[in-house]
């Protein structure tokens, strides 16, 4: 679940290689009005690549039905939600 307030996101599709894309609205009516676009460490207005076909005990552990691909973008920048595949 996420805040959305008429910028739901929404669009899920699947790649050939299996990882799930899914986009995440900016959580506002209007323009991105928190401001949540440029601010990676936020799911909302990003385009999402998870993994789940293949989940590891370590991430249901931590409540995800998911694991999170090592080649996404951000997968090792400090801060930064290491599901968000485009911003």
């Known amino acids: 679940d ?6 739901n996101g929404c669009a899920i599709a699947f790649a050939g290689d299996g990882r799930m894309f899914v986009t995440a609205g900016d ?3 209007d323009s991105d009005d928190n401001n949540v676009g440029q601010d990676l460490s936020k799911l ?7 993994d789940v076909d293949n989940v590891s005990a370590e991430d249901m552990a931590a409540g995800r039905q998911y694991s999170v691909p090592n080649d996404n973008p951000f997968v090792s920048l400090e801060g930064a939600r290491p599901e968000t595949w485009a911003y």
């Open 2 to 7: 996420w805040k959305s307030d008429g910028h």
């Open 44 to 50: 909302l207005a990003k385009v999402l690549r998870i």
């Open 27 to 29: 959580g506002t009516s």
